[in-house]
């Protein structure tokens, strides 16, 4: 269907009407024009106009080839494809006219730029266009966790619970009433969540972790804050990972700007681990103390310090998950726990004492479980808390102990797991530290675990037994014994 070309009249008329209606609507015009023409000189007197560029919101630009398609199920109409932000959509122009089509085009797009993408689509698109609820800080945790496809229900619940407290932060809301007796902290966490999205912007938070970190000089306080506040930053960033984010897009009216854009992490002191345990004590003083008294404490202490389990993976571990004839442990996802990625899936071998120290509480044992807690204790797994253990107590009486002798800091059962990670790579190298541990990356093996257990020497001292011809050895043991009788008699 052949289709008459517009005059330079008709073009110029709809582009002008189009500057008229998008300057009403707070768009700057220059977006919407032509953005410069010039000449150039031909060969001889011929002259000719040449556009350098024309924008999207100019009719003569969806007037190119290409630029406008036909859906043969409507007869032939045109459509447009608009991409602004990142978003890209297909709008039905309903019109076989090509001249009144790129006239369309071109408002649609003005009206993308303008009025931003629900707006223009409920005005242009409104038959097939869900209307985005606004951005606020649940919301965006509802879609995002239902959305996520592959995160833990335990991950995403740290995410939301670092969104929540930079939140809170930002505004000001008083986290000392956070819990009520009755109600838990539903009331506060109701209040957090109704905070909109745009409320938070990146520099209310950037101005709120460099409070943080700055509240309390003291060496060690500042570097545990600069410590948590990138850990929040980061967790929060989590939630809106790519590939969630087009979808958020679709289902809500986020800010042009989130929280965490553009706010690098500060700079984190060493935080490799500097072994201050010797392991060799330790088991023989717990050999004494807890196998008989706490044998469960006993039981976490061998999967922690011999195994390198996360206190998670050992509190959820499974007796069928060893092969004592092979000597191994495979850790994998059960029916029970989900591990913490990928990566953390792997095969471990057992040393033999191990191994028939572990078949003596096997032929004991009274369930699935290698952990056991009376039942008064114990938390059925299936209704724990996202970062709750199902053998708490047994947790809680290890921790104890540990700090009674000697393991200091926050995490003294995950010490246990850096302590053997430090004895590997001291033994065999940080490669095989890594794999034992069972890391993603060996980067954060070396950042955050394998310390060397002794001082590395150059070992080179061999290259001085045998001395040079021009290097005389000297004996000062004559000198220094006159020395010494001298010093007798003038005493004497």
């Known amino acids: 269907m052949s ?10 008329s709809t582009s002008e009407a189009l500057v008229s209606e998008h ?17 150039d000189t031909m060969t001889g007197d011929a002259r000719r106009t040449r556009t350098k560029s024309i924008g999207k919101a100019d009719a003569r630009y969806w007037l190119q080839a290409g630029k406008l398609l036909s859906d043969p199920r409507w007869s032939g109409a045109y459509f447009c494809k608009v991409q602004v932000n990142g978003r890209r959509e297909s709008f039905p122009l309903r019109t076989t006219n090509k001249n009144a089509a790129a006239g369309k085009a071109a408002k649609i797009y003005g009206d993308v730029c303008a009025l931003g993408w629900n707006a223009a689509l409920i005005k242009h698109k409104p038959e097939s266009e869900k209307v985005a609820k606004a951005a606020t800080v649940g919301a965006l945790i509802e879609a995002a966790t239902r959305l996520s496809p592959d995160a833990r229900p335990e991950s995403l619940e740290t995410y939301a619970k670092a969104l929540r407290r930079i939140t809170a932060a930002v505004i000001g809301m008083d986290c000392g009433k956070k819990y009520d007796c009755k109600r838990g902290s539903l009331e506060w966490r109701a209040k957090v969540e109704a ?11 950037l101005a709120w972790r460099n409070s943080f970190v700055n509240a309390d000089q003291k060496t060690e306080a500042r570097k545990s804050a600069i410590i948590t506040a990138n850990s929040l930053i980061r967790n ?29 992490n500060m700079k984190e002191d060493d935080l490799r681990y500097n072994s201050k345990v010797d392991a060799a004590a330790l088991m023989a003083t717990a050999r004494d103390e807890l196998a008989a008294a706490e044998p469960e404490a006993f039981k976490l202490l061998l999967l922690t310090l011999f195994c390198g389990l996360r206190r998670s993976e ?11 004839e092979a000597g191994t442990l495979t850790i994998k996802d059960t029916d029970f726990k989900r591990l913490k990625s990928k990566e953390s899936a792997g095969v471990l071998g057992l040393d033999a004492e191990l191994v028939a120290m572990l078949r003596g ?34 947790q809680r009486a290890l921790i104890d102990w540990l700090r009674k002798n000697g393991v200091t800091g926050r995490r003294p059962i995950h010490t246990m797991r850096k302590e053997i990670g430090s004895i590997i790579a001291s033994r065999d190298g940080i490669f095989k530290a890594s794999r034992y541990l069972r890391h993603s990356d060996i980067g954060i093996t070396s950042k955050l675990y394998a310390a060397m257990k002794a001082p590395v020497s150059a070992g080179l001292g061999a290259l001085l037994t045998a001395s040079p011809a021009n290097v005389v050895e000297a004996d000062f043991k004559p000198a220094q014994k006159a020395k010494e009788s001298k010093r007798e008699a003038r005493t004497a």
């Open 3 to 12: 289709t008459a070309k517009p005059s330079k009249s008709e073009v110029h």
């Open 236 to 264: 929060s960033k989590a939630l809106v990972s790519k590939k969630v984010m087009p979808f958020l897009k679709k289902e809500l009216l986020l800010p042009s700007e989130l929280w965490f854009q553009d706010i690098k």
């Open 195 to 205: 905070v909109s999205l745009a409320q938070l912007t990146p520099a209310r938070v």
């Open 361 to 394: 509480y096997h032929a004991r044992a009274t369930g699935l479980f290698v952990l056991e807690t009376p039942k008064r204790a114990r938390i059925s797994i299936t209704k724990l808390k996202a970062r709750g253990y199902r053998c708490e107590a047994t």
């Open 23 to 39: 300057q009403e609507s707070g768009m700057n015009a220059k977006s919407v024009r032509v953005m410069s023409e010039s000449t």
């Open 314 to 324: 050992a509190d959820a571990l499974l007796w069928s998950q060893f092969d004592f």
